[in-house]
Protein backbone atom coordinates (compact mmCIF):
# COMPACT_ATOMS: atom_id res chain seq x y z
CA UNK A 1 0.00 0.00 0.00
CA UNK A 2 1.06 3.69 -0.97
CA UNK A 3 -0.57 6.79 0.75
CA UNK A 4 -1.13 10.00 -1.42
CA UNK A 5 -3.26 13.18 -0.28
CA UNK A 6 -5.12 14.43 -3.18
CA UNK A 7 -5.42 18.18 -4.51
CA UNK A 8 -7.98 20.47 -2.57
CA UNK A 9 -10.99 19.84 -5.10
CA UNK A 10 -9.58 17.23 -6.83
CA UNK A 11 -11.64 13.42 -6.46
CA UNK A 12 -10.61 9.80 -6.65
CA UNK A 13 -12.64 9.43 -9.97
CA UNK A 14 -10.50 12.31 -11.59
CA UNK A 15 -7.55 11.26 -10.14
CA UNK A 16 -7.62 7.48 -11.05
CA UNK A 17 -6.72 8.65 -14.39
CA UNK A 18 -3.49 10.23 -14.23
CA UNK A 19 -2.25 7.11 -12.45
CA UNK A 20 -3.40 4.98 -14.62
CA UNK A 21 -0.41 6.73 -16.58
CA UNK A 22 1.99 6.41 -13.49
CA UNK A 23 1.15 2.59 -13.82
CA UNK A 24 2.10 2.11 -17.07
CA UNK A 25 4.80 4.43 -16.89
CA UNK A 26 6.11 2.07 -13.59
CA UNK A 27 5.48 -1.12 -15.38
CA UNK A 28 7.83 -0.16 -18.04
CA UNK A 29 10.75 0.62 -15.40
CA UNK A 30 10.71 -3.27 -14.00
CA UNK A 31 13.78 -5.07 -14.96
CA UNK A 32 12.41 -8.38 -15.94
CA UNK A 33 9.19 -7.80 -15.07
CA UNK A 34 7.57 -5.90 -17.89
CA UNK A 35 6.06 -8.71 -19.90
CA UNK A 36 4.55 -10.30 -16.81
CA UNK A 37 3.17 -7.08 -15.61
CA UNK A 38 1.46 -6.04 -19.01
CA UNK A 39 -0.01 -9.21 -19.22
CA UNK A 40 -1.31 -9.44 -15.86
CA UNK A 41 -3.26 -6.32 -16.11
CA UNK A 42 -0.99 -4.78 -13.07
CA UNK A 43 -1.98 -1.09 -12.22
CA UNK A 44 -2.77 1.10 -9.35
CA UNK A 45 -6.03 0.92 -7.85
CA UNK A 46 -6.80 4.69 -5.98
CA UNK A 47 -9.19 3.78 -2.76
CA UNK A 48 -10.13 6.36 0.28
CA UNK A 49 -8.41 5.84 3.45
CA UNK A 50 -11.35 6.11 5.61
CA UNK A 51 -13.11 3.82 3.19
CA UNK A 52 -10.29 1.44 2.74
CA UNK A 53 -10.14 1.15 6.88
CA UNK A 54 -13.51 1.58 8.31
CA UNK A 55 -15.90 0.86 5.34
CA UNK A 56 -17.10 -2.24 5.76
CA UNK A 57 -17.39 -1.86 9.56
CA UNK A 58 -19.20 0.86 9.30
CA UNK A 59 -22.82 -0.26 9.29
CA UNK A 60 -21.92 -2.62 12.44
CA UNK A 61 -21.07 0.47 14.15
CA UNK A 62 -23.98 2.62 13.41
CA UNK A 63 -25.84 -0.72 14.01
CA UNK A 64 -23.98 -1.33 17.94
CA UNK A 65 -24.23 2.90 18.23
CA UNK A 66 -27.86 2.64 18.21
CA UNK A 67 -28.13 -0.59 20.36
CA UNK A 68 -26.34 1.48 22.96
CA UNK A 69 -28.55 4.68 22.09
CA UNK A 70 -31.88 2.41 22.62
CA UNK A 71 -30.63 1.44 25.93
CA UNK A 72 -29.27 4.32 27.16
CA UNK A 73 -33.24 5.61 26.64
CA UNK A 74 -34.85 2.29 27.87
CA UNK A 75 -32.27 3.81 31.22
CA UNK A 76 -33.48 6.89 31.32
CA UNK A 77 -37.10 5.62 30.48
CA UNK A 78 -36.57 3.84 33.63
CA UNK A 79 -34.98 6.07 36.04
CA UNK A 80 -37.59 8.82 34.94
CA UNK A 81 -39.98 6.16 36.06
CA UNK A 82 -38.93 5.43 39.35
CA UNK A 83 -38.26 9.32 40.29
CA UNK A 84 -41.56 9.96 39.15
CA UNK A 85 -43.06 7.36 41.53
CA UNK A 86 -40.86 8.96 44.63
CA UNK A 87 -42.37 12.40 43.64
CA UNK A 88 -45.85 11.28 43.62
CA UNK A 89 -45.26 9.79 47.18
CA UNK A 90 -44.26 13.05 47.93
CA UNK A 91 -47.21 14.96 46.50
CA UNK A 92 -48.44 16.45 49.92
CA UNK A 93 -45.25 17.34 51.27
CA UNK A 94 -44.49 19.33 47.98
CA UNK A 95 -47.77 20.62 48.26
CA UNK A 96 -47.47 21.97 51.66
CA UNK A 97 -43.62 24.07 50.49
CA UNK A 98 -45.84 25.84 47.90
CA UNK A 99 -48.31 26.63 49.79
CA UNK A 100 -45.40 27.90 52.76
CA UNK A 101 -44.21 30.38 49.90
CA UNK A 102 -41.70 28.20 47.90
CA UNK A 103 -41.91 28.74 44.52
CA UNK A 104 -41.77 26.24 41.24
CA UNK A 105 -38.21 27.31 40.57
CA UNK A 106 -36.99 26.64 44.19
CA UNK A 107 -39.10 22.79 43.96
CA UNK A 108 -37.81 22.29 40.94
CA UNK A 109 -34.23 23.08 41.79
CA UNK A 110 -34.59 20.30 44.86
CA UNK A 111 -35.79 17.90 42.60
CA UNK A 112 -32.98 18.51 40.17
CA UNK A 113 -30.43 18.29 42.89
CA UNK A 114 -31.97 14.59 43.37
CA UNK A 115 -31.55 14.10 39.93
CA UNK A 116 -28.06 15.83 39.40
CA UNK A 117 -26.86 12.83 41.64
CA UNK A 118 -28.02 9.69 40.34
CA UNK A 119 -27.18 10.57 37.18
CA UNK A 120 -23.86 11.78 37.74
CA UNK A 121 -23.09 8.67 39.68
CA UNK A 122 -24.55 6.60 37.25
CA UNK A 123 -22.43 8.20 34.79
CA UNK A 124 -19.25 7.82 36.89
CA UNK A 125 -20.17 4.03 37.17
CA UNK A 126 -20.30 3.21 33.37
CA UNK A 127 -17.71 5.43 32.52
CA UNK A 128 -15.56 2.76 34.85
CA UNK A 129 -17.63 -0.47 33.29
CA UNK A 130 -16.46 1.47 30.31
CA UNK A 131 -12.41 2.05 30.59
CA UNK A 132 -12.86 -1.71 32.18
CA UNK A 133 -14.46 -3.21 28.65
CA UNK A 134 -11.62 -1.80 26.57
CA UNK A 135 -9.80 -4.32 26.47
CA UNK A 136 -12.55 -6.77 25.51
CA UNK A 137 -13.13 -4.01 22.85
CA UNK A 138 -9.26 -4.32 21.35
CA UNK A 139 -9.83 -7.61 20.58
CA UNK A 140 -12.92 -7.47 18.66
CA UNK A 141 -10.71 -6.74 15.00
CA UNK A 142 -12.44 -3.29 15.02
CA UNK A 143 -10.52 -0.62 13.32
CA UNK A 144 -7.69 1.04 15.44
CA UNK A 145 -9.51 -0.28 18.38
CA UNK A 146 -5.88 -0.21 19.80
CA UNK A 147 -6.62 3.89 20.04
CA UNK A 148 -8.97 3.99 22.17
CA UNK A 149 -8.93 5.52 25.07
CA UNK A 150 -11.29 7.72 28.17
CA UNK A 151 -10.21 10.92 27.36
CA UNK A 152 -10.99 14.36 28.17
CA UNK A 153 -13.13 14.35 24.66
CA UNK A 154 -15.22 11.59 25.95
CA UNK A 155 -15.13 12.83 29.58
CA UNK A 156 -17.01 15.76 28.00
CA UNK A 157 -19.49 14.24 25.53
CA UNK A 158 -20.45 11.73 28.16
CA UNK A 159 -20.96 15.10 30.87
CA UNK A 160 -23.01 16.77 28.22
CA UNK A 161 -25.30 13.60 27.58
CA UNK A 162 -25.16 13.02 31.60
CA UNK A 163 -26.48 16.80 31.63
CA UNK A 164 -29.05 16.39 29.39
CA UNK A 165 -30.51 13.62 30.90
CA UNK A 166 -31.18 15.24 33.86
CA UNK A 167 -32.70 18.40 32.57
CA UNK A 168 -35.24 16.25 30.63
CA UNK A 169 -36.22 13.76 33.83
CA UNK A 170 -36.56 17.36 35.85
CA UNK A 171 -38.73 19.07 33.19
CA UNK A 172 -40.99 16.00 33.26
CA UNK A 173 -41.25 15.75 37.13
CA UNK A 174 -41.67 19.61 37.43
CA UNK A 175 -44.71 19.73 34.85
CA UNK A 176 -46.34 17.14 36.67
CA UNK A 177 -46.11 18.77 39.76
CA UNK A 178 -47.18 22.02 38.61
CA UNK A 179 -50.33 21.00 37.29
CA UNK A 180 -53.13 21.67 40.35
CA UNK A 181 -53.12 24.38 43.01
CA UNK A 182 -55.09 22.64 46.04
CA UNK A 183 -52.99 20.58 48.11
CA UNK A 184 -56.31 17.45 47.71
CA UNK A 185 -56.13 18.43 44.21
CA UNK A 186 -52.65 18.16 43.11
CA UNK A 187 -52.58 14.72 45.21
CA UNK A 188 -55.48 13.46 43.33
CA UNK A 189 -54.43 14.85 39.83
CA UNK A 190 -50.93 14.30 40.20
CA UNK A 191 -51.54 10.84 40.44
CA UNK A 192 -53.48 10.18 37.80
CA UNK A 193 -50.99 12.07 35.56
CA UNK A 194 -48.20 10.20 37.23
CA UNK A 195 -49.68 6.83 36.51
CA UNK A 196 -50.58 7.72 33.29
CA UNK A 197 -46.94 9.00 32.67
CA UNK A 198 -45.35 6.19 34.20
CA UNK A 199 -47.34 3.50 31.98
CA UNK A 200 -45.84 5.52 28.84
CA UNK A 201 -42.71 5.44 29.93
CA UNK A 202 -43.06 1.92 30.60
CA UNK A 203 -44.77 1.04 27.31
CA UNK A 204 -41.70 2.79 25.53
CA UNK A 205 -39.36 0.16 27.23
CA UNK A 206 -41.23 -2.79 26.34
CA UNK A 207 -41.29 -0.74 22.72
CA UNK A 208 -37.37 -0.78 23.29
CA UNK A 209 -36.74 -3.53 24.75
CA UNK A 210 -38.86 -6.11 21.85
CA UNK A 211 -36.55 -4.02 19.39
CA UNK A 212 -33.09 -5.00 20.75
CA UNK A 213 -34.56 -8.57 21.45
CA UNK A 214 -35.89 -8.80 17.96
CA UNK A 215 -32.68 -7.61 16.17
CA UNK A 216 -30.43 -9.61 18.77
CA UNK A 217 -32.73 -13.04 17.63
CA UNK A 218 -31.59 -12.47 14.06
CA UNK A 219 -28.52 -11.41 14.29
CA UNK A 220 -28.06 -14.71 15.85
CA UNK A 221 -29.72 -16.93 13.61
CA UNK A 222 -27.54 -15.07 10.92
CA UNK A 223 -24.48 -16.19 13.37
CA UNK A 224 -25.53 -19.69 13.11
CA UNK A 225 -26.25 -19.90 9.93
CA UNK A 226 -23.18 -18.10 8.73
CA UNK A 227 -21.21 -20.77 10.91
CA UNK A 228 -22.85 -23.90 9.40
CA UNK A 229 -21.65 -22.11 5.69
CA UNK A 230 -19.97 -24.88 3.66
CA UNK A 231 -15.95 -23.40 3.53
CA UNK A 232 -14.60 -26.25 0.96
CA UNK A 233 -11.76 -27.48 2.91
CA UNK A 234 -11.29 -28.94 7.00
CA UNK A 235 -9.38 -26.70 9.04
CA UNK A 236 -9.14 -29.23 11.71
CA UNK A 237 -5.67 -29.66 13.04
CA UNK A 238 -3.95 -27.45 10.87
CA UNK A 239 -1.24 -25.41 11.72
CA UNK A 240 -0.27 -22.23 9.31
CA UNK A 241 2.85 -20.35 9.63
CA UNK A 242 4.25 -17.77 6.96
CA UNK A 243 8.19 -17.91 5.10
CA UNK A 244 9.37 -15.13 3.38
CA UNK A 245 12.44 -16.29 1.56
CA UNK A 246 15.46 -12.76 1.87
CA UNK A 247 16.21 -12.04 -1.85
CA UNK A 248 20.01 -11.52 -0.80
CA UNK A 249 19.95 -15.20 -0.19
CA UNK A 250 17.65 -16.81 -2.22
CA UNK A 251 18.46 -14.75 -5.46
CA UNK A 252 17.62 -17.70 -8.21
CA UNK A 253 14.27 -19.62 -8.82
CA UNK A 254 16.08 -22.85 -8.02
CA UNK A 255 16.76 -21.65 -4.61
CA UNK A 256 14.01 -20.48 -3.53
CA UNK A 257 12.21 -23.74 -5.29
CA UNK A 258 15.02 -25.74 -3.21
CA UNK A 259 13.89 -24.66 0.08
CA UNK A 260 10.19 -25.04 -0.29
CA UNK A 261 10.37 -28.76 -1.28
CA UNK A 262 13.24 -29.38 1.09
CA UNK A 263 11.31 -27.57 4.19
CA UNK A 264 7.71 -30.00 3.04
CA UNK A 265 9.94 -32.67 2.80
CA UNK A 266 11.03 -32.61 5.84
CA UNK A 267 7.76 -31.11 7.32
CA UNK A 268 5.98 -34.60 5.91
CA UNK A 269 8.57 -36.92 7.45
CA UNK A 270 7.98 -35.30 11.03
CA UNK A 271 6.03 -38.01 13.61
CA UNK A 272 3.42 -35.44 14.34
CA UNK A 273 2.90 -34.15 10.81
CA UNK A 274 -0.23 -36.00 8.58
CA UNK A 275 0.60 -33.84 5.83
CA UNK A 276 2.43 -30.35 4.46
CA UNK A 277 1.93 -28.29 1.91
CA UNK A 278 1.95 -24.00 1.46
CA UNK A 279 -0.49 -21.47 -0.67
CA UNK A 280 0.57 -18.20 -1.32
CA UNK A 281 -2.41 -16.72 0.68
CA UNK A 282 -4.50 -18.06 2.99
CA UNK A 283 -8.53 -19.23 2.28
CA UNK A 284 -10.51 -16.35 4.40
CA UNK A 285 -7.28 -14.33 4.68
CA UNK A 286 -8.70 -11.35 2.62
CA UNK A 287 -5.57 -11.05 0.86
CA UNK A 288 -6.05 -11.65 -2.80
CA UNK A 289 -4.55 -11.87 -6.24
CA UNK A 290 -6.47 -11.26 -9.15
CA UNK A 291 -5.79 -11.54 -12.61
CA UNK A 292 -7.32 -11.76 -16.31
CA UNK A 293 -6.50 -14.04 -18.54
CA UNK A 294 -7.51 -15.65 -21.90
CA UNK A 295 -9.41 -18.65 -22.26
CA UNK A 296 -9.09 -20.57 -26.18
CA UNK A 297 -11.85 -20.40 -28.24
CA UNK A 298 -13.38 -17.85 -26.37
CA UNK A 299 -13.53 -14.45 -27.68
CA UNK A 300 -14.72 -11.38 -25.26
CA UNK A 301 -17.25 -9.29 -27.59
CA UNK A 302 -15.97 -5.33 -27.69
CA UNK A 303 -16.10 -3.69 -24.12
CA UNK A 304 -16.96 -7.14 -22.15
CA UNK A 305 -14.57 -7.45 -19.48
CA UNK A 306 -12.04 -10.33 -19.96
CA UNK A 307 -12.27 -13.51 -17.75
CA UNK A 308 -10.34 -12.67 -14.11
CA UNK A 309 -10.16 -14.99 -11.62
CA UNK A 310 -8.30 -15.13 -7.79
CA UNK A 311 -4.85 -17.13 -8.29
CA UNK A 312 -3.06 -19.18 -5.58
CA UNK A 313 0.22 -20.32 -6.17
CA UNK A 314 0.67 -23.61 -4.37
CA UNK A 315 3.24 -26.86 -3.59
CA UNK A 316 2.23 -30.37 -4.55
CA UNK A 317 0.04 -31.70 -1.98
CA UNK A 318 -2.02 -28.63 -0.60
CA UNK A 319 -5.27 -30.37 -1.84
CA UNK A 320 -4.92 -33.30 0.38
CA UNK A 321 -3.39 -31.31 2.95
CA UNK A 322 -7.02 -29.09 3.18
CA UNK A 323 -9.12 -32.04 1.95
CA UNK A 324 -10.45 -29.89 -0.96
CA UNK A 325 -12.37 -32.96 -3.17
CA UNK A 326 -10.85 -33.44 -6.59
CA UNK A 327 -13.91 -33.74 -8.60
CA UNK A 328 -11.95 -34.74 -12.03
CA UNK A 329 -8.81 -35.21 -13.60
CA UNK A 330 -5.51 -34.87 -11.32
CA UNK A 331 -3.92 -33.39 -8.76
CA UNK A 332 -0.66 -30.72 -9.14
CA UNK A 333 2.44 -32.88 -7.86
CA UNK A 334 6.01 -33.21 -8.74
CA UNK A 335 6.30 -33.38 -12.17
CA UNK A 336 4.30 -29.77 -12.43
CA UNK A 337 8.47 -27.88 -12.28
CA UNK A 338 10.17 -25.18 -14.41
CA UNK A 339 10.70 -26.60 -17.04
CA UNK A 340 7.57 -28.33 -18.09
CA UNK A 341 4.77 -27.63 -19.74
CA UNK A 342 2.46 -25.20 -17.87
CA UNK A 343 -0.41 -26.21 -16.30
CA UNK A 344 -3.63 -24.86 -14.39
CA UNK A 345 -5.82 -26.64 -11.59
CA UNK A 346 -9.24 -24.72 -11.25
CA UNK A 347 -12.38 -24.74 -8.88
CA UNK A 348 -15.65 -26.17 -9.93
CA UNK A 349 -16.91 -22.20 -10.05
CA UNK A 350 -14.40 -21.33 -12.40
CA UNK A 351 -15.42 -24.83 -14.30
CA UNK A 352 -18.99 -23.77 -14.69
CA UNK A 353 -18.68 -19.62 -15.59
CA UNK A 354 -16.29 -20.61 -18.55
CA UNK A 355 -16.94 -24.24 -19.87
CA UNK A 356 -20.52 -24.70 -18.76
CA UNK A 357 -22.07 -28.12 -19.65
CA UNK A 358 -18.20 -29.34 -20.76
CA UNK A 359 -15.28 -30.90 -19.00
CA UNK A 360 -13.13 -28.37 -18.54
CA UNK A 361 -10.18 -31.11 -17.99
CA UNK A 362 -7.95 -30.50 -21.20
CA UNK A 363 -9.19 -27.13 -22.08
CA UNK A 364 -6.66 -24.14 -22.00
CA UNK A 365 -5.65 -20.36 -20.70
CA UNK A 366 -2.90 -17.88 -20.93
CA UNK A 367 -2.06 -15.00 -19.12
CA UNK A 368 -0.57 -13.78 -22.12
CA UNK A 369 -2.02 -11.35 -24.22
CA UNK A 370 0.77 -10.39 -27.07
CA UNK A 371 0.11 -13.31 -29.45
CA UNK A 372 4.66 -13.63 -29.39
CA UNK A 373 4.32 -14.55 -26.24
CA UNK A 374 1.42 -16.83 -25.80
CA UNK A 375 1.83 -19.14 -23.34
CA UNK A 376 -1.08 -21.82 -22.69
CA UNK A 377 -1.47 -23.31 -19.52
CA UNK A 378 -3.55 -26.33 -19.56
CA UNK A 379 -6.27 -27.27 -16.97
CA UNK A 380 -5.26 -30.61 -15.58
CA UNK A 381 -8.00 -31.08 -12.83
CA UNK A 382 -11.03 -29.54 -11.27
CA UNK A 383 -11.25 -29.07 -7.41
CA UNK A 384 -14.02 -28.30 -5.47
CA UNK A 385 -14.41 -24.45 -4.76
CA UNK A 386 -13.16 -22.94 -1.33
CA UNK A 387 -14.67 -19.67 0.41
CA UNK A 388 -11.20 -17.67 -0.19
CA UNK A 389 -12.65 -14.24 0.47
CA UNK A 390 -15.63 -14.58 3.42
CA UNK A 391 -18.15 -16.86 4.69
CA UNK A 392 -20.93 -14.36 3.33
CA UNK A 393 -19.73 -13.92 0.08
CA UNK A 394 -20.20 -16.97 -2.31
CA UNK A 395 -17.37 -19.04 -3.81
CA UNK A 396 -15.51 -16.73 -6.44
CA UNK A 397 -13.31 -18.60 -9.85
CA UNK A 398 -10.17 -19.33 -8.24
CA UNK A 399 -6.83 -20.98 -10.01
CA UNK A 400 -4.05 -22.90 -8.72
CA UNK A 401 -1.19 -22.42 -10.15
CA UNK A 402 2.08 -24.45 -9.07
CA UNK A 403 4.31 -23.00 -7.04
CA UNK A 404 7.38 -24.87 -8.39
CA UNK A 405 6.61 -23.57 -11.95
CA UNK A 406 6.61 -19.95 -10.60
CA UNK A 407 10.16 -18.43 -10.91
CA UNK A 408 9.55 -15.13 -8.72
CA UNK A 409 7.51 -16.77 -5.63
CA UNK A 410 9.92 -16.09 -2.36
CA UNK A 411 6.86 -16.23 0.22
CA UNK A 412 4.14 -18.77 1.21
CA UNK A 413 2.16 -19.77 3.83
CA UNK A 414 2.79 -23.42 4.90
CA UNK A 415 -0.29 -24.97 5.99
CA UNK A 416 0.72 -28.71 7.97
CA UNK A 417 -1.48 -31.10 9.46
CA UNK A 418 -0.96 -33.50 12.47
CA UNK A 419 -1.33 -34.11 15.68
CA UNK A 420 -0.19 -31.48 18.91
CA UNK A 421 1.22 -28.28 19.01
CA UNK A 422 3.97 -28.58 15.94
CA UNK A 423 5.26 -24.56 17.01
CA UNK A 424 8.61 -26.12 17.85
CA UNK A 425 8.86 -28.99 15.38
CA UNK A 426 8.55 -26.35 13.11
CA UNK A 427 10.77 -24.36 14.16
CA UNK A 428 13.70 -26.98 14.68
CA UNK A 429 13.23 -28.27 11.09
CA UNK A 430 13.55 -24.83 9.46
CA UNK A 431 16.79 -24.18 11.56
CA UNK A 432 17.73 -27.55 10.09
CA UNK A 433 17.39 -26.39 6.41
CA UNK A 434 18.50 -22.81 7.37
CA UNK A 435 19.51 -21.31 11.14
CA UNK A 436 19.21 -17.52 9.76
CA UNK A 437 16.03 -17.94 8.16
CA UNK A 438 13.06 -17.25 10.30
CA UNK A 439 9.26 -18.00 10.01
CA UNK A 440 6.53 -15.90 11.38
CA UNK A 441 2.70 -15.89 11.50
CA UNK A 442 2.06 -19.06 13.45
CA UNK A 443 -1.52 -19.92 13.57
CA UNK A 444 -4.37 -22.87 13.51
CA UNK A 445 -6.67 -22.58 10.59
CA UNK A 446 -9.60 -23.03 13.07
CA UNK A 447 -8.13 -19.39 13.84
CA UNK A 448 -8.09 -18.22 10.67
CA UNK A 449 -11.71 -19.30 10.54
CA UNK A 450 -13.07 -17.95 13.46
CA UNK A 451 -11.22 -14.35 12.83
CA UNK A 452 -13.25 -14.52 9.65
CA UNK A 453 -16.78 -14.52 11.63
CA UNK A 454 -15.18 -12.44 14.15
CA UNK A 455 -17.41 -9.59 13.20
CA UNK A 456 -20.88 -11.30 12.83
CA UNK A 457 -20.48 -12.81 16.19
CA UNK A 458 -19.66 -9.71 17.79
CA UNK A 459 -22.69 -7.93 16.55
CA UNK A 460 -24.49 -10.83 18.06
CA UNK A 461 -22.84 -10.76 21.43
CA UNK A 462 -22.88 -7.42 22.02
CA UNK A 463 -26.64 -6.83 20.76
CA UNK A 464 -27.59 -9.88 22.58
CA UNK A 465 -26.19 -8.11 25.69
CA UNK A 466 -27.99 -5.29 25.15
CA UNK A 467 -31.14 -6.94 24.49
CA UNK A 468 -30.73 -8.79 27.39
CA UNK A 469 -30.45 -5.33 29.39
CA UNK A 470 -33.32 -4.35 27.87
CA UNK A 471 -35.42 -6.87 28.84
CA UNK A 472 -34.10 -6.31 32.48
CA UNK A 473 -34.98 -2.70 32.93
CA UNK A 474 -38.60 -3.09 30.87
CA UNK A 475 -39.44 -6.11 33.35
CA UNK A 476 -38.30 -3.93 36.46
CA UNK A 477 -40.09 -1.14 35.05
CA UNK A 478 -42.92 -2.66 34.54
CA UNK A 479 -42.87 -4.53 37.50
CA UNK A 480 -42.48 -1.56 39.56
CA UNK A 481 -45.56 0.30 37.36
CA UNK A 482 -47.47 -2.40 38.86
CA UNK A 483 -46.35 -2.39 41.80
CA UNK A 484 -47.39 1.14 42.39
CA UNK A 485 -51.02 1.25 40.52
CA UNK A 486 -51.68 -1.58 43.25
CA UNK A 487 -50.32 0.69 46.22
CA UNK A 488 -52.16 4.29 44.32
CA UNK A 489 -55.28 2.30 44.28
CA UNK A 490 -54.91 0.29 47.35
CA UNK A 491 -58.68 1.83 48.62
CA UNK A 492 -60.38 1.30 45.46
CA UNK A 493 -59.15 -2.24 45.39
CA UNK A 494 -60.70 -2.80 49.13
CA UNK A 495 -64.00 -1.19 48.29
CA UNK A 496 -64.32 -3.62 45.70
CA UNK A 497 -63.34 -6.87 47.90
CA UNK A 498 -65.33 -5.23 50.09
CA UNK A 499 -68.27 -5.30 47.13
CA UNK A 500 -67.65 -8.72 46.42
CA UNK A 501 -64.67 -9.24 44.13
CA UNK A 502 -62.97 -12.14 44.32
CA UNK A 503 -59.11 -12.57 44.16
CA UNK A 504 -59.08 -13.74 40.87
CA UNK A 505 -60.99 -11.17 39.93
CA UNK A 506 -58.80 -8.73 41.60
CA UNK A 507 -55.62 -10.62 39.72
CA UNK A 508 -56.96 -10.39 36.52
CA UNK A 509 -57.51 -6.37 36.95
CA UNK A 510 -53.37 -6.68 37.50
CA UNK A 511 -52.70 -8.94 34.97
CA UNK A 512 -55.02 -6.91 32.57
CA UNK A 513 -52.99 -3.72 33.12
CA UNK A 514 -49.74 -6.14 32.48
CA UNK A 515 -51.23 -7.08 29.29
CA UNK A 516 -52.31 -3.64 27.98
CA UNK A 517 -49.43 -1.55 28.86
CA UNK A 518 -46.67 -5.12 27.35
CA UNK A 519 -48.96 -5.52 24.15
CA UNK A 520 -49.15 -1.70 23.28
CA UNK A 521 -45.16 -1.81 23.52
CA UNK A 522 -44.87 -5.25 21.66
CA UNK A 523 -46.56 -3.47 18.73
CA UNK A 524 -44.24 -0.33 18.91
CA UNK A 525 -41.33 -2.60 19.61
CA UNK A 526 -41.60 -4.89 16.54
CA UNK A 527 -42.71 -2.02 14.13
CA UNK A 528 -39.36 -0.62 15.23
CA UNK A 529 -37.35 -3.74 14.83
CA UNK A 530 -38.55 -4.05 11.07
CA UNK A 531 -37.40 -0.62 10.82
CA UNK A 532 -34.22 -1.20 12.52
CA UNK A 533 -33.68 -4.51 10.67
CA UNK A 534 -34.27 -3.36 7.29
CA UNK A 535 -31.73 -0.73 7.74
CA UNK A 536 -29.05 -3.39 8.63
CA UNK A 537 -29.48 -6.28 6.09
CA UNK A 538 -26.20 -5.76 5.04
CA UNK A 539 -25.50 -7.84 8.22
CA UNK A 540 -27.95 -10.52 8.00
CA UNK A 541 -26.91 -13.81 6.10
CA UNK A 542 -29.48 -16.50 5.01
CA UNK A 543 -32.09 -14.81 7.67
CA UNK A 544 -35.66 -13.24 5.78
CA UNK A 545 -35.39 -9.86 7.92
CA UNK A 546 -39.39 -10.07 7.59
CA UNK A 547 -39.99 -13.72 8.57
CA UNK A 548 -43.08 -13.97 11.45
CA UNK A 549 -41.09 -16.39 13.53
CA UNK A 550 -38.64 -14.12 15.10
CA UNK A 551 -41.33 -11.65 15.90
CA UNK A 552 -43.83 -14.09 17.14
CA UNK A 553 -41.58 -15.82 19.07
CA UNK A 554 -40.21 -12.18 20.53
CA UNK A 555 -43.98 -11.45 21.25
CA UNK A 556 -44.53 -14.85 23.25
CA UNK A 557 -41.49 -14.47 25.28
CA UNK A 558 -42.32 -10.37 26.44
CA UNK A 559 -46.22 -12.01 27.17
CA UNK A 560 -44.42 -14.53 29.10
CA UNK A 561 -42.13 -11.92 31.14
CA UNK A 562 -45.29 -9.61 31.82
CA UNK A 563 -46.88 -12.62 33.26
CA UNK A 564 -43.76 -13.16 35.63
CA UNK A 565 -43.69 -9.80 36.43
CA UNK A 566 -47.26 -9.04 37.52
CA UNK A 567 -47.78 -12.33 40.27
CA UNK A 568 -46.37 -10.23 43.07
CA UNK A 569 -48.23 -6.99 42.60
CA UNK A 570 -51.24 -9.31 41.52
CA UNK A 571 -51.06 -11.10 44.81
CA UNK A 572 -50.42 -7.97 46.88
CA UNK A 573 -53.92 -6.74 45.86
CA UNK A 574 -55.63 -10.12 45.84
CA UNK A 575 -55.21 -10.29 50.06
CA UNK A 576 -55.33 -6.41 50.76
CA UNK A 577 -57.65 -6.13 53.33
CA UNK A 578 -60.93 -4.72 52.71
Given at each position: ???????????????????????A?????????????????????????????????????????????????L??????????????????????????????????????????????????????????????????????A??????????????????????????????????????V???????????????????????????????G???????????????????????????????????????????????????????A?????????????????????????????????????????????????????????????????????????????????????????????????????????????????????????????????P??????????????????????????????????????????????????????????????????????????????????????????????????????????????????????????????A?????????????V?P?A???????????????????????????????
Open positions: YMLARLRNGVSLAQAQPEMNVISWARQRVPGREQFLRDSKWRVELRSLREDTVGRFQSALFLLFGAAALVLLAVANVSGLFLARTIGRARELAVRAALGAGQMRIAGALAAEVAVVTLMGGAIGIALAAASLPFVVRTGLPRNELRIDAPVGAFALVVLVFIAAAITMLIALLTARTDSVLRERSTTAAGARLRAGLVTMQVAIAVTLVASVLLSQSYQRLRGVETGFDPANVLTFRVTLPPGAYDTAEKRRAFFESLQSNLRSAPVVDASAISQLPLSRDNWTISFTVEGLTPAPGEVPPGANVRFVLPGYIDTMKIPLLRGRRLDTRDRGDTPKVVLIDETAARRWWPGQDAVGKRITFSTSAETTVWREVVGVVGAVRHDAHRAPPEPHLYLLLQSASQSEAVFVVRGTGDLTDTVRSIVRGIDPAQPVYGFRTMQQTLDDASAQPRLHALLVAIFASIGVLLASVGLYALLAYIVASRTREVGVRIALGATQTQVVRFVVRWSLRVTLVGIAVGLAGVAMIRSMRALLFGDLPAAYVLVAAAFLVVAMIASVVPAMRAARIDP
